[in-house]
Every structure is written in C-alpha cells, then in structure tokens.
C-alpha cells in the first residue's frame, strides 16, 4: 500500500507539473511549485477525507443516530483518515526535520475538533435548526468555511516541522 501511494503520488506531481508549467505555462508557480503542490495534495486529501466522512455520515442518520452524534462520530473516523494521508503525503519531513507522530496525532485531533467539529457543529445547528436546511446536505455547505481552516491549522500547528 504504501509503494502503490509513493508511486500514484509521484505520478500526480509529474502530470500536474507538465498540465501547469508546460502545457498551461503559468511558469510563476515554478518558483513556489512545493507550496502550491502542498495545496493540491492537501484539497486531494480532503475530497477523500469528504467522501469518507459523509460516507459514515449518512448511515448513522440512516439508522436514527442524531445527526449531530452521527456529525461526531463521522468525524472521528475522517480524522484518521485525514492524518494518515496528510502525515505520508501532503506535510512530509525533509532530511535533520522531526516529528512526534503521537503529538502529531493529537494535534491533528484539536485541530479538527476546533475548526472541524465545533465550527461544522455550530454551522450544521445553524443551518438544520434555525434555517431547516437538509440534514443531509447542510454538512457539505459547511465545508466551505472548516476547510480553509484546517488547512491552515494543519501546515502552521499540527504538522509543523520542527529542526533537529
């Protein structure tokens, strides 16, 4: 599993690279190309992250779960699923950086416990209860505002690297 990522990870960078720089020729991303791949990696994780999320989502409200036990207990799971693609893929150490991966971890979890689950909460009450949106629609309209959030929690906090 892990060669099989590395290689669909390697292969996306190539093909993107070529569509930007040689194809489209937006030759300024040349100079932050890291940053900008990072960004890209980092929104592929969460188009997953989403799915897998609204993937345990939806069956908890299915069975009669309250949509907002259902909210917490999605998240949890998404938050595994976030941290392990986000520690291998998107914020990876480069040569004398370090990282607790157990720090990491938690941080990942009050990072999206802050942003992700109390914001998306507020938002999902906001939205089922005082505006009578779906229940089943109103978690995604939500991502609109956690997931800049997270992001930027994420690179400057939890995944931060520290110097040997």
């Known amino acids: 599993l892990t060669d099989l990522g590395t290689y669909l990870w390697e292969t996306f960078e190539r093909a993107l690279r070529f569509v930007t720089l040689r194809l489209l020729r937006l030759s300024f991303l040349e100079k932050r190309w890291d940053a900008f791949l990072q960004l890209v990696k980092f929104g592929l994780v969460g188009v997953s992250n989403t799915l897998v999320f609204y993937l345990a989502y939806l069956p908890c409200i299915y069975v009669g779960l309250h949509y907002m036990a259902a909210n917490v207990t999605a998240y949890a799971i998404s938050i595994l699923h976030s941290f392990y693609w986000n520690n291998r893929y998107v914020f990876t150490l480069e040569a004398g950086q370090k990282r607790s991966l157990w720090k990491s971890l938690l941080k990942t979890f009050v990072a999206y416990g802050s942003t992700g689950l109390l914001l998306s909460s507020l938002l999902l009450y906001i939205q089922v209860d005082l505006l009578h ?32």
């Not at 995604?140 to 520290?162: D, G, H, M, Y």
Request: charge should be positive; charged fraction near 15%.
């Open 133 to 164: 949106w779906s229940r089943a629609i109103a978690p995604l309209l939500s991502l609109l505002v956690t997931i800049p959030c997270n992001f930027l929690i994420n690179k400057l906090w939890a995944f931060r690297q520290e110097t040997k």
